[in-house]
């Protein structure tokens, strides 16, 4: 019995790469000589039985499968080193021993990806290496930052310790060479990328402090359709994209300027402007509503946002080409007195909150070149009142609650979001 | 006890002074940031690169109060705001540059070997060395043009980049690899864009100090009059 390597299976067991050589015979008399044969296999051993035993398909290869990570979908990635000279490869084999990619290079596996992909150092140059679900090369770093065990990631004797993004890794136990962030072949689950987004949530706290809500619009004169003004504007966040806000700036998945909202549970990070000071601090909140019919988009708070609670988007129309542009919020202080200072602070129609999404909607008036309208108020959820545009424009604060219902249900079509 | 009175009375015009001199005294700070469209095709490629530049104007106890505003994730609005795009042209193994002062762009398109931009609504189309307004009818036709990337449309592809912190961009431009690296730091607050074409040496062909800069009033005065 040859190469036995072994990693876990997620929670269901172990896998074990191995390999039964078979020396050269012949018979006695020197003739039916059998040449030398290597039968390379995949087992899986779960609650002390082999549940599957499979010959590996490594047909034509003169070596056996070196396993280093278990990728997001359950299969295993790792290294094949033939015996013959030829070019060593890394491989990526499903469970069921099938070969689901290889790429040929000598090639370290170092991190699995929660997109399915792999992340490998290059032996020859150094260089670590992104390879998607198909193994298809999608970018390079010129080294591999370490990955700590909190998920973020450094250089090792370098000040520069957080100039690297957290990796999100697969949601197995073996998802970094050497199964954690030290090598030490204990197998750990990284909890950044299994933890439900749900529970990432960070919602107001009615009794701990101030929750008020919060609305800016702006009334347009423009032949643009709201089906179009909602695609290329309220999905785009085009307003908070590319710098366009002086106050904060959204960015898409990994790290992508480029921002489009198609559906619920979508993460958008926020920066936010710091004239003064080096770095920008940055948050998160989630896609809650996503409503291409009535052209609402709304978002939730995650943990870490200054901001604890929701906030919508939409467009519609209120005559022939007179359409409206509106963002409104109910929140308040995240946790801790930070948040609860930094609010006060923001909150207001001279606050910050008020003059980002001001600018937000003039973002939009601007790049439709669209008059403003004629409507001197709007009656806001049916109440009776009509509250002044300067107002809404500038940035009209509910202190009241008046308006609750009418945010949250913009946000969630209920008078109680979650 | 005269000492202690002495101290008291001390202390407190110091402190007076300071604060009426931080009062008196203003502070210009100029930040840039930016980020870039790239536009390839076999035979050329350009990089748009937008940096928008924002001006602060603080007295000197506003300038004090910013740093714990910023603590607080809170900031002032900025008093002056303008933008410029940088345009790097690639026909390998040639690179031209070229600056436009006071305008920025949100969409870079290829049409009918065309580039047209879009600002603030407006279609614009590329001279080979600046921009113009487009024609009513490329208005009209342009209009529509999608914001998200593409790939090999009529041999045409476009990628945002700056977002990620390290991105490298591989093209065949002019029968040659092409490899641009964008650096985007956060941290030490710089953008550049650095270009490889075929075997080469690597050429920086952009690089935007994205900190805070304090400038004279006289220079904050001319870098926005100039715009």
């Keep these: 019995v040859i190469w036995p390597s072994l990693i876990t299976n997620a929670d269901q067991g172990v896998l074990v790469s191995w390999g039964l050589d078979f020396p050269a015979y012949c018979g006695g008399n020197g003739v039916g000589c059998v040449a030398s044969n290597t039968q390379c296999k995949f087992t899986l051993i779960s609650g002390g039985h082999v549940t599957t035993d499979k010959p590996l398909d490594l047909s034509g290869r003169t070596s056996c499968f070196e396993p280093s990570l278990q990728a997001q979908d359950g299969s295993v990635v790792g290294m094949v080193y033939p015996q013959n000279g030829a070019s060593p490869f890394m491989a990526d084999f499903a469970q ?323 | 006890m005269k000492t202690k009175t002495y101290i008291a009375v001390l202390t407190v015009a110091c402190v007076t002074l300071t604060l009426g001199g931080l009062a008196c005294v203003d502070v210009y700070i100029v930040r840039d940031s930016g980020d870039a469209t790239l536009l390839w095709s076999p035979e050329e490629a350009y990089l748009f690169i937008n940096v928008t530049s924002r001006g602060y104007r603080f007295s000197g106890l506003n300038y004090l109060a910013e740093f714990v505003k910023n603590y607080f994730n809170v900031s002032s609005a900025p008093t002056n705001e303008t933008n410029s795009t940088g345009v790097v042209r690639v026909v390998p193994p040639t690179v031209q540059h070229y600056l436009l002062r006071n305008i920025s762009f949100d969409i870079y398109a290829p049409s009918d070997h065309n580039i047209y931009a879009r600002s603030r609504g407006i279609i614009w189309k590329w001279t080979g060395t600046n921009f113009e307004k487009a024609t009513p009818e490329e208005q009209q036709k342009l209009q529509g043009a999608t914001p998200h990337d593409f790939d090999n449309i009529h041999g045409w592809s476009r990628h945002f980049v700056g977002g990620p912190p390290y991105q490298d961009v591989r093209m065949d431009v002019g029968n040659e690899p092409v490899v641009l690296s964008v650096t985007h730091n956060s941290e030490k607050a710089y953008l550049s864009f650095d270009l490889r074409c075929g075997t080469g040496p690597s050429e920086r062909v952009f690089y935007l100090d994205e900190g805070p800069h304090r400038v004279s009033k006289a220079e904050f005065r001319r870098f926005f009059e100039q715009h």
């Excluded at chain 1, 920066?271 to 291409?292: H, N, Y």
């Design chain 1, 96 to 418: 069921s021993a099938k070969l689901n990619w290889s790429v040929v290079g000598d090639f370290q596996p170092q991190i699995a990806t929660a997109d399915g992909g792999v992340i490998a150092t290059n032996n020859d140059t150094g260089a670590a290496i992104t390879f998607d679900a198909t193994g298809k090369a999608t970018g390079q770093m010129g080294s591999l930052p370490t990955q700590s065990w909190t998920g973020g990631a450094y250089r090792v004797g370098s000040i520069d310790s957080v100039i690297f993004p957290a990796i999100s890794t697969a949601g197995g136990f073996w998802a970094l060479a050497g199964g954690n962030a030290s090598g030490t072949s204990v197998a750990i689950q990284q909890v950044l990328t299994i933890q439900a987004q749900q529970s990432d949530e960070q919602l107001p706290c009615d009794i701990c402090g101030p929750v008020w809500g919060n609305i800016n619009l702006i009334e347009l004169l423009t032949s643009q359709s709201v089906d179009y003004i909602f695609q290329n504007y309220i999905q785009t966040f085009a307003a908070v994209t590319h710098n366009h806000s002086s106050q904060m700036n959204f960015t898409g998945a990994g790290h992508s300027p480029d921002v489009n909202v198609t559906g619920t549970g979508q993460i958008l990070t926020i920066t936010l402007s710091r004239p003064a000071s080096l770095g920008q601090g940055a948050f998160q909140v989630m896609t809650e509503r996503v409503d291409s019919a009535n052209h609402v988009i709304s978002a939730v708070t995650l943990q870490g946002h200054p901001l604890a609670g929701w906030r919508y988007w939409r467009v519609y129309s209120v005559g022939h080409n007179d359409i409206v542009i509106e963002t409104g919020g109910y929140d308040g202080p995240g946790p801790g007195a930070k948040n609860y200072v930094g609010y006060y602070l923001a909150s207001g129609e001279d606050g910050m909150i008020s003059r980002g999404w001001r600018e937000y909607v003039r973002y939009v008036q601007s790049a439709l070149g669209a008059p403003h309208g004629l409507q001197s108020g709007f009656d806001l959820g049916g109440t009776g009142v009509a509250i002044p545009w300067h107002e809404l424009f500038e940035g009209f604060w509910d202190h009241s609650g008046l308006y609750k219902n009418y945010i949250l249900n913009n946000v969630c079509q209920s008078a109680s979001c979650n």
